[in-house]
């Protein structure tokens, strides 16, 4: 008797060891990646910045909802100002109208300004915003250093360069005692070097996270040094300002280039430091984090700002700075979930290794569940996308349990959660279309997903017969590869989060077409795939001769009334306010209820669309409706 307390007493004894130890290692993980870095450049040799782009914009507001009724008070401006007044002498706008007040309470704190309009190809807003920006100037001469006509109106195909030039010279004519500039990426200046004659200096873009290329940190510095070398050569001129440029301290990698607190930090040091050892001029982009700019540019379009959306400092000027400031409560989650899920091994007869195996996935799981969570607070810009985050989480901490529980008291036929598969999967799949079409501004959420991932392989591991899987799961395996194909072309070798998903959605590629039964083969489904390429040949053609097409939207700027320009606007807006994606959507759940085959390829070119035009997310879950319909052997056919 003695002698069985004795073994269940060290039993216990063991497994309570293996969970302090487990929950060592999760907070000496946090306390790893969350300790603060100690940055190179940490002397401040700067009093204050050269100038910092400012909108005015609260952490709710957005310049899109001014039309809607939206006054900027002059509490918010005068608070950010006085901010501001203890870290540079100038802030750059990029709009008039609205902002009235801005000279007013700059000059309240001793700041002078980069007074910016906002114009495009919409003749009215534009003569309003010039009409302001020149009545502005004038009342402010004091502090108005210059204007600044447009911001990277060419880039985005708005103005003709001939009506830029119109414009410039009407302000140019209007304030002859004020310089006059325009503001577009590098390149751009590049591609129109007579713009330069109506500007009496050039202000350029340098932003080596958004380049073609993009350039990881070690690079950027000296990046942007040669791109501003070659600029002046090719302009003739040295009278430049670096009109934007930073680094975010949020979002998805781009190759190499990874937006992090310490980069943020690290690059705006470095290039200060080098500023002025060289004597450029430059504006830093920018003050505050501005959460609207998640909408059209993704996550890390809000986290370019040198203070976050609540006015904190992130210690981008000086100071010790981490990636992970909140690591103590991300530490806490991890270990109580380890601690939780430990609770399993009670009253649980098992042996050492499979005690050992338990005790790592519980730790490498808490450590990736939390990071899922942290990202997901981070990119999660909606009730829409906090929705899926839910969801997606949910199913990650019950697939979680059911691993454990494997571990434990292995039962496959009990254990594997058929169910929680196919939701991972359509999930996986959503994403993995999201990263290949419209991946620019789309977040690699590889820690949740390499849960489910290792999960399945790990649950499913010989026995992947017992699965049945159909024509429906092939198909759904050709697209993952496909499509992870089309993410590395797009994001090369270099993006590490790229290579992880792909390694991850080819592990779902690779159970579902292990699941298959032997009967089914790629040649039974050409006719589907087929009809796929082609619709996508359409497509691509469509989008790259139309849609996208910048020659056409300058002529469009030009003359608007053509059909053509017509047909553009409409595809333009339905495309960005995710109408394609809707429409597909609702064909989809027609043609489930209807099921006919006619109908089922109608939404596969629908789906197709969806996904080559960037509505991809309501796009790939069409795409599955379509190839389960047309999968199906009871579905009718054309007659």
Not at 73 to 91: A, F, G, Q
Not at 211 to 240: C, F, Q, W, Y
Not at 421 to 429: E, P, V
Not at 537 to 563: E, P, R, T, Y
Request: net charge neutral.
């Amino acid at each position: 008797m003695v002698k069985v307390k004795l073994e269940t007493r060290g039993k216990m004894a063991k497994k309570i060891f293996l969970t302090l130890i487990s929950a060592v290692g999760a907070l000496f993980f946090w306390y790893f990646v969350g300790a603060k870095a100690i940055l190179k450049d940490d002397s401040n040799s700067f009093s204050k910045l050269q100038c910092v782009s400012y909108a005015p914009f609260g952490k709710d507001d957005s310049p899109f909802m001014m039309d809607k009724g939206l006054v900027i008070s002059d509490e918010l401006v005068r608070n950010d100002l006085k901010l501001l007044s203890k870290y540079t002498n100038c802030i750059r706008t990029y709009s008039t109208v609205g902002l009235e007040m801005i000279p007013r309470i700059a000059r309240e704190n001793g700041l002078t300004m980069l007074m910016g309009a906002w114009v495009n190809g919409d003749e009215k807003p534009t003569r309003k915003e010039i009409d302001t920006l020149i009545k502005l100037a004038n009342e402010n001469k004091d502090i108005v250093k210059a204007v600044i006509v447009g911001n990277e109106a060419l880039l985005r195909g708005d103005l003709s360069d001939k009506k830029l030039s119109e414009y410039l010279k009407e302000v140019k004519t209007a304030l002859p005692d004020i310089q006059v500039t325009y503001a577009d990426v590098w390149e751009y200046w590049v591609k129109y070097p007579e713009i330069k004659n109506l500007t009496d200096f050039v202000t350029i873009h340098i932003l080596p996270y958004w380049e073609d290329d993009p350039m990881n940190i070690s690079e950027s510095i000296k990046h942007l040094a040669e791109v501003r070398h070659e600029v002046e050569g090719i302009l003739g001129t040295s009278n430049i300002l670096i009109g934007e440029t930073g680094w975010p301290s949020e979002g998805r990698m781009r190759e190499d280039a990874m937006p992090s607190k310490i980069n943020q930090a690290k690059f705006v040091r470095e290039f200060v430091a080098l500023a002025e050892e060289k004597g450029w001029r430059y504006n830093i982009i920018e003050a505050f984090d501005q959460p609207w700019k998640r909408i059209s540019e993704g996550a890390v379009g809000g986290f370019w700002g040198l203070f976050d959306k609540d006015r904190l400092d992130k210690n981008v000027f000086a100071g010790d700075v981490s990636n992970f400031p909140n690591y103590k409560y991300l530490a806490f989650g991890s270990v109580l979930l380890i601690v939780l899920f430990s609770l399993m091994l009670r009253n649980t007869e098992i042996s050492t290794p499979k005690l050992l195996t338990f005790s790592i996935v519980n730790t490498a799981f808490a450590v990736l569940y939390m990071l899922q969570v942290e990202q997901y607070n981070i990119i999660a810009r909606n009730y829409f996308e906090g929705t899926w985050a839910i969801l997606v989480l949910l199913t990650t901490i019950f697939v979680y349990y059911f691993m454990l529980s494997y571990i434990v008291k292995p039962k496959r036929s009990d254990v594997i959660p058929t169910l929680f598969f196919y939701l991972a999967t359509f999930f996986a799949f959503i994403l993995t279309m999201n990263l290949a079409f419209n991946g620019r501004y789309e977040n690699f959420e590889v820690y949740g997903f390499a849960i489910l991932a290792i999960s399945f392989v790990w649950l499913y591991a010989k026995q992947y017969s017992k699965l049945e899987f159909g024509n429906f799961e092939k198909l759904l395996a050709l697209s993952f590869v496909v499509g992870s194909i089309v993410i590395i072309y797009n994001e090369t070798f270099l993006n590490v989060f790229s290579n992880i998903w792909v390694i991850l959605a080819l592990i779902f590629a690779y159970i579902l077409n292990k699941g298959t039964t032997k009967d089914v083969a790629l040649c039974d489904l050409k006719q589907v795939i087929i009809y796929t390429l082609v619709f996508a040949g359409i497509f691509i053609s469509f989008k790259l001769g139309f849609v996208s097409n910048k020659a056409l939207a300058i002529q469009c700027n030009l003359d608007s009334n053509s059909l053509s320009c017509g047909i553009k606007d409409f595809m333009g807006a339905s495309i960005y306010f995710g109408y394609v994606g809707f429409v597909t959507i609702v064909f989809a759940l027609i043609a489930f209820v209807i099921n006919k085959r006619a109908y089922s390829i109608i939404v596969l070119f629908l789906s197709v669309g969806s996904l080559i035009l960037s509505n991809t997310f309501l796009g790939a879950i069409a795409f599955m409706i379509a190839i389960y319909l047309l999968t199906k052997e009871d579905i009718e056919s054309f007659n």
